[in-house]
């Protein structure tokens, strides 16, 4: 069965730093879809980016970047510039040609002013 | 604004009780999935409907039952309900399948006395 790792609960940059969430997932299937969601504590869930399994070139959506090593089953996302605004919990997902959803248990990021 | 529309907001109800959950999804969506947040967890998937038709099944239980109707919004009917029913209730949309981007409604708070 498909499973999504989080292993870092909780996090804490420093405003205008990098930081970068893990996340890793286990298939035995070769195309499939991940993705980057924001939970705010509005609790609404904001996309972030999205990869498609089959494209090597990783996803960048302004400052949120992934490096997705597909070989290793690695989906990390990195955030540039950390802004007051990105705190929130954040979900990795796992998605594949069938329709199921996997998430990840989260991982809250503190930004530090 | 997601453009999904999930009511009612709040729920409050006994155990043993039945309720039911809607969702209207973005104007052109033919997907709505259903997901349970319980308190400070990832999300679960519970189910997938495409133009009407049951498309992925996930961890729903079978007190747990959805449709999606000829307008494409969907109820989920919750029944005989028990104190860990008690979360937040997500509905989704997207145009087709499992590579789109999903779109989250605001949720339903279902608390169980």
């Known amino acids: 069965a498909q499973t999504v790792t989080q292993s870092q609960p909780e996090m804490s940059v420093q405003e205008a730093e990098t930081v970068t969430l893990s996340c890793t997932y286990d298939?035995?299937?070769?195309?499939?879809?991940l993705f980057w969601y924001k939970q705010p504590p509005s609790r609404q869930m904001i996309l972030v980016i999205r990869?498609?399994?089959?494209?090597?070139q990783n996803a960048t959506e302004n400052r949120f970047s992934v490096n997705f090593q597909k070989a290793a089953k690695s989906f990390s996302l990195k955030i540039s510039d950390s802004q007051l605004g990105d705190a929130a919990m954040y979900f990795c997902a796992y998605s594949n040609n069938f329709n199921k959803f996997y998430f990840g248990s989260g991982t809250k990021l503190n930004v530090k002013p | 604004d997601s453009g999904v529309t999930q009511t009612p907001k709040h729920l409050i109800t006994a155990t043993g009780q039945r309720v039911t959950l809607r969702c209207s999804p973005r104007s052109g969506d033919l997907s709505v999935y259903w997901y349970q947040q319980s308190l400070d967890q990832g999300l679960q998937f519970l189910i997938q409907?495409?133009?009407?038709?049951?498309?992925a099944k996930g961890n729903i239980l079978e007190r747990f039952s959805a449709q999606q109707f000829p307008d494409l919004h969907s109820e989920l009917n919750l029944s005989s309900l028990e104190l860990g029913d008690s979360a937040l209730y997500f509905c989704?949309?997207?145009?087709?399948?499992?590579?789109?981007?999903?779109?989250f409604g605001d949720g339903t708070r279902l608390s169980i006395l």
């Open positions: 409907y495409y133009n009407g038709e049951e498309r």
């Open positions: 990869q498609e399994a089959y494209k090597q």
């Open positions: 989704a949309s997207s145009v087709q399948g499992a590579n789109q981007p999903q779109h």
């Open positions: 298939t035995s299937e070769s195309d499939y879809y």
